[in-house]
């Protein structure tokens, strides 16, 4: 019997079985492609939403930015600009939301079937990623549109797609393994990301932030994403090479000590969801 | 032969405090701070743990089907959790030497949004089957399931029964060394249950392992070479499953009280009333489950503060809603007379090979002769089964409610003239 399985208590992290997650990669595969297909099942727009939504995000903030507070950017129509934030943005948050909520959505999977738990956060945010691709190819319609051509920083822009995962991945195995014990994750949710909202620069440039303040700013990893994002599509200004730097530690220590916890608590998830 | 499970001493605690504090950071915080302020150590609350499993150990061998039985509660759901990995033990060791598939449910992960198809291939990887697999089996599922023009239909417009139909063929595709499945099969309608357990049989004649928890004792002694009893979280018995089956029946079975208490308030004001009815086995143990081979005995416990010739105690037994008979203590020839005060226990003893299968319910009778009824309801307040003993006569072993009607089965004497 060579694949005998042991089963024993486990205590303190439960081992990252790699392994086990890539036997189980056709399940995550599965519940990426039913994410996919569920998502817009039953709407008016289907679809049309993954459009619908970043332009609707597009044209309020650049009328709350640009028309009511008078920001501008040099050289870069400001709808473009808020543009290329909201596609990043719209990728992270609805990444957050849906994996903090995923073990909750999936609790019947939890309690009558095995399986690395650590699929359902992954895939939550995954399936996020073809919306991504259908907001990140109307912008580059966009840019199209404005006679906008990318210089060769766009080929750096896979860094910021990963970074955006790894930070969502992050948060998301916090607050998906939190709310199977503890239901205010729910609650909060909505707000945690309204607020995140306004303290990253989804409406407006990072160097409209106090250059005190600059250093607390960039230990949010969206700032450096979105930031990222914007660089490498529309070339604006440089990229501060430190601040970068602490975003991605900051996003790297968020990844690591999610995961953490998420073993930790894993083991636990059946008996108390 | 080696053993393909082996289950050494284990053991799952849950802590019942957790369950019962709610589910909210602000509880957790009151928690805390009743726990500070009435200095109580962690360790002190230690009697608000429960074992719901403790210290189990067993040995299966490949190609054996083992039916685990045991009353609600008494840990199979948390033993099958266990053994299928959903959660983990808190002491022991299991060694499984084969691929599992579970089946705690069937129709897992089914979204009412996809079609028939797509959730054929969703619930199949959520089953353990690879897409090739699901692939090579699909129009044998479908088949099965006997779905062909509902195939690419949201499955949310199903009705139940093509559901669970859908669901169940999916589940008896799956081919795994080791299948364990939880009482899914009492769904559905008899031909479908059928089929079903047709599956199961094949599949332990095909050499698969299978375990399975039901409560229905019948099915465990079709199907099971095996069977596992588990009470209050331990082992009770493990063994040939006729054995173990019988065990289980003598335990009684407790989803439904083997006693009454009379909470009737008007009752007690009466010049006697009825403390209690309970249902034994003829040795006195509490029972609510019989063979027709054996006694049952019916025991009133009685408070009688004025002492009565004409005080009459009894009970009407019905079945199926019809009244099978009324007896009462008073009752020619054996007649009894309660004229003693205080506490009374009185028994009725109902013969072996006098009542037929099925579920019999008791209403109790108090009242003095011809002036007034002591009781102020008149309903059943307890019932207990019967089920035809196949050991007694090789005729017997299939008969069932259905082909064996009546409201009593007594032994008569016939004979040739």
């Not at chain 1, 459009?51 to 709808?79: C, E």
Request: aromatic content about 10%; charged content about 20%.
């Amino acid at each position: 019997m060579n694949d005998e399985v042991v089963i024993k208590p486990t205590h303190g992290l439960s081992a990252l079985r790699l392994r086990e997650i890539w036997e189980f990669r056709e399940l995550f595969y599965f519940l990426v492609w039913r994410d996919i297909k569920v998502r817009y099942k039953q709407t008016f727009l289907g679809a049309a939403w993954a459009i619908a939504r970043p332009l609707m995000g597009m044209v309020v903030l650049t009328i709350v930015f640009n028309k009511l507070v008078g920001f501008s950017v040099a050289g870069v129509p400001y709808l473009l600009f808020t543009f290329c934030g909201v596609v990043a943005w719209n990728f992270f948050s609805e990444g957050v939301s849906g994996a903090s909520q995923s073990l909750l959505a999936n609790a019947n999977l939890i309690s009558k079937v095995y399986f690395p738990r650590i699929i359902i956060p992954a895939a939550a945010i995954l399936s996020g990623l073809l919306d991504f691709v259908i907001a990140f190819s109307l912008a580059l319609v966009l840019m199209i549109y404005f006679h906008f051509v990318p210089t060769w920083t766009i080929a750096i822009l896979p860094v910021f797609v990963v970074l955006t995962i790894v930070t969502s991945l992050g948060i998301g195995f916090w607050f998906s393994s939190i709310s199977v014990q503890y239901r205010d994750i729910g609650h909060a949710l909505p707000y945690i990301i309204q607020v995140l909202l306004w303290i990253t620069p989804v409406g407006y440039a990072a160097n409209k932030i106090p250059s005190e303040y600059q250093l607390l700013y960039w230990m949010n990893p969206i700032v450096c994403v979105i930031e990222g994002f914007r660089w490498s599509m529309l070339h604006t200004g440089t990229m501060p090479l430190t601040l970068v730097a602490l975003s991605v530690c900051v996003a790297g220590v968020l990844f690591v000590t999610g995961l953490m916890n998420f073993l930790r608590m894993e083991r636990r998830f059946a008996d108390v969801i | 032969m080696s053993a393909i499970i082996s289950v050494e001493h284990l053991g799952k605690q849950y802590r019942i405090g957790a369950l019962r504090r709610g589910n909210s950071f602000r509880d957790a915080f009151d928690e805390k701070i009743r726990s500070l302020l009435s200095r109580k150590k962690p360790s002190e609350s230690k009697d608000e743990v429960l074992w719901a499993l403790k210290d189990v150990s067993f040995q299966l061998e490949a190609g054996e089907v083992l039916g685990i039985i045991g009353r609600n509660g008494a840990g199979k759901s948390t033993l099958l959790k266990i053994l299928s990995r959903i959660t983990g033990p808190t002491e022991g060791l299991i060694r499984i030497g084969g691929r599992v598939a579970a089946l705690l449910e069937v129709g897992t992960g089914f979204s009412g949004e996809l079609t028939g198809r797509e959730n054929i291939f969703l619930n199949g990887s959520i089953l353990g089957m690879k897409r090739a697999e699901i692939l090579s089996k699909f129009d044998e599922i479908v088949a099965f399931a006997e779905m062909e023009r509902f195939i690419d239909t949201p499955v949310k417009r199903y009705s139940s029964g093509m559901y669970m139909r859908l669901a169940f063929a999916i589940a008896a595709h799956l081919d795994p060394e080791i299948l364990i499945v939880d009482e899914v099969l009492a769904v559905g309608d008899a031909q479908f249950q059928k089929k079903s357990l047709g599956r199961i049989e094949e599949l332990g004649k095909g050499g698969r392992t299978v375990l399975f928890v039901t409560h229905n004792t019948g099915m465990v002694r079709q199907l099971c070479s095996k069977a596992l009893l588990l009470h209050e979280g331990k082992l009770r018995l493990i063994g040939e499953s006729n054995a173990v089956t019988s065990e289980y029946e003598r335990m009684g079975t407790p989803l439904v009280e083997s006693r009454w208490e009379n909470n009737n308030p008007r009752d007690k004001q009466e010049s006697a009333w009825i403390g209690s009815v309970s249902t034994t086995s003829g040795d006195g143990v509490p029972s609510r489950i019989f063979r027709t081979s054996e006694e049952v005995v019916i025991a009133f416990s009685l408070t009688v503060k004025e002492p009565n010739n004409l005080l009459k105690v009894g009970f009407d037994l019905t079945k199926n809603g019809v009244v099978v008979m009324r007896t009462q203590q008073v009752d020619y020839p054996n007649g009894l007379a309660l004229t003693k005060a205080g506490e009374v226990i009185v028994r009725c003893r109902i013969p072996r090979h006098f009542l037929n299968n099925g579920e019999y319910f008791i209403i109790p009778l108090l009242s003095i002769h011809c002036a007034q009824s002591l009781m102020h309801q008149y309903e059943p307040v307890l019932s207990f089964e019967v089920a035809i003993d196949p050991q007694y006569s090789s005729f017997y072993s299939v008969l069932t409610p259905h082909n064996h009607p009546g409201m009593v089965f007594p032994s008569l004497t016939w004979e040739q003239v």
